[in-house]
């Protein structure tokens, strides 16, 4: 038995050599390129400074005034980046044996991924008539909710791809992700602030178009590794809180300055409290003996904040918000319980983390949800002032905001499915159907595993446990 464990794991170093050693030349090809475009195009924001310059100047100004975009941007960048590298990173860290994997691939992926989305969201928004593009910390936020599509397809391919494989998802997800929000924003003129469509639908139907092209016929080679423990699901939980407590500031970093602004938080605020108690509800009524399964806890809890991303800064209304995320809690936990087995059984898709219940169907949901309330606005409600927040006419908006959501639908299969064929190219040394979701593949572990020690079996110290137990050992002497 050792000498075939010794075989599969030489077989399984020699399958992975090829990845140890392109890694870190694709690390340090990429970053040197990084250093030579951001040279040759970036330059900072030199408009960030206007205000302080008047406030040098004048006398008996107000606070206001002075307050620049980066006085109001940064702790909503701040937020969303927190988002990004700890609440997306530790929401992976639920298999037993893939936290390293999780959370550390994350990580890569998203620094690799940011610089790249700064020059590509630049070229597209934010170049000057000189050829050079102006960084700002708007510009970051952008960087940010771009790696968070491809961070959203990581899912769907937790524990069965090479860190280079990622890094190829990342380069392509990032680039159809600029032209994709162009599209959307700038030529069709949707409403997107909190990204149900643009981030969240692109971005998970890239993901399970690209585990479609990569399905493991034998991934249950792998089934024992594929589940979690007490640990694990501790930590993914902490992912989830921080997720959960900063959504709000995720789909309102980017509204307009004012009441926009508010009504986004609150009704992201709202729809990610209803849903925690829906979900709650249905997963006790859909377990045995009324329990709860902290796979929906962690994941359903989240989709109100996904669905109300479109609508966020619209006039939803207190208790609308409430009823997006109520039907989300619905629809996120039955997908885990019925969606996610037919996926795979009938569809072949394999989704990891069940990104098409936390993201993609709640992403759709709020495209529509989106198009619906753009299309019933009206000055009576939003006043002549607030109508001004759609750059067309209500019924025509919503046309636009459906319009959008096809694009963000196709730019996901479409450019998932050619992604995905360059993926499966024999060169990326993925690891074998028996050896998926399991860290030894691309990181040192250590050698002593405390799941590997045997338990130490201690006697029931209540008082009265150990009296009967004192009474039976003299009873059998």
């Not at 975009?69 to 037993?96: A, C, E, N, W």
């Not at 898709?349 to 936390?358: K, R």
């Not at 360059?422 to 990181?443: K, M, Q, S, T, V």
């Amino acid at each position: 038995m050792g000498s075939v464990q010794s075989f599969r794991s030489m077989c399984d170093r020699e399958k992975n050599t090829n990845v140890r050693l392109s890694l870190p030349a694709v690390c340090i090809v990429w970053q040197t390129a990084m250093i030579i475009l951001f040279g040759v195009f970036v330059r900072y924001d030199m408009e960030a400074n206007a205000d302080w310059e008047d406030y040098k100047t004048k006398k008996n100004i107000t606070r206001s005034e002075i307050e620049n975009d980066f006085y109001f941007r940064y702790p909503s960048f701040q937020d969303v980046h927190v988002m990004i590298f700890v609440g997306f990173g530790f929401l992976m860290t639920f298999l037993k044996r893939y936290s390293f994997g999780g959370v550390g691939f994350n990580f890569l992926i998203a620094a690799f991924g940011l610089q790249w989305a700064l020059l590509m969201q630049g070229w597209f928004h934010h170049l000057g008539p000189d050829g050079k593009i102006s960084i700002n910390v708007y510009g970051m936020i952008n960087a940010d909710f771009c790696v968070a599509g491809c961070l959203i397809a990581y899912g769907a391919l937790l524990g069965k791809v090479s860190p280079v494989q990622l890094m190829v998802l990342t380069l392509f997800g990032v680039t159809l992700f600029a032209v994709e929000e162009y599209i959307i924003l700038n030529l069709i003129k949707a409403k997107d602030a909190g990204g149900s469509m643009v981030i969240h639908t692109f971005g998970a139907y890239y993901g399970l178009a690209i585990s479609w092209m990569l399905y493991r016929p034998n991934l249950d080679q792998s089934s024992r590794l594929q589940r979690s423990v007490y640990h694990s699901d501790v930590f993914a939980m902490i992912g989830t809180l921080f997720l959960w407590m900063f959504w709000p500031s995720f789909n309102s970093a980017i509204t307009e300055h004012g009441d926009g602004q508010h009504r986004a938080a609150i009704n992201t605020y709202l729809s990610l409290a209803s849903t925690v108690l829906t979900t709650v509800a249905v997963s006790s009524v859909f377990q045995k003996h009324g329990k709860l399964d902290m796979v929906h806890i962690q994941n359903s809890t989240l989709a109100g904040g996904v669905a109300v991303g479109t609508a966020a800064e619209f006039m939803l209304m207190p208790y609308g918000s409430l009823i997006v995320g109520f039907c989300c809690g619905i629809l996120s936990t039955l997908g885990y319980i019925y969606i996610t087995p037919f996926l795979e059984k009938r569809l072949k898709i394999q989704d990891t983390c069940g990104i098409h219940n936390l993201h993609a169907m709640p992403g759709v949901i709020g495209g529509i949800v989106g198009a619906i309330t753009a299309a019933a606005a009206s000055e009576s409600v939003y006043g002549k002032k607030g109508i001004d927040l759609f750059q067309l006419p209500p019924a025509k908006q919503g046309g636009h905001q459906a319009g959008a959501l096809c694009v963000a639908l196709c730019f996901g299969i479409g450019g998932g499915i050619l992604v995905g064929a360059i993926l499966r190219l024999p060169i990326w040394g993925d690891p074998a159907d028996d050896y998926c979701f399991d860290d030894e593949a691309y990181w040192e572990v250590p050698e002593e595993d405390e799941e590997s020690i045997p338990p130490v079996l201690q006697y029931n110290n209540h008082m009265r446990n150990k009296d009967v137990c004192v009474s039976a050992l003299f009873m059998g002497q």
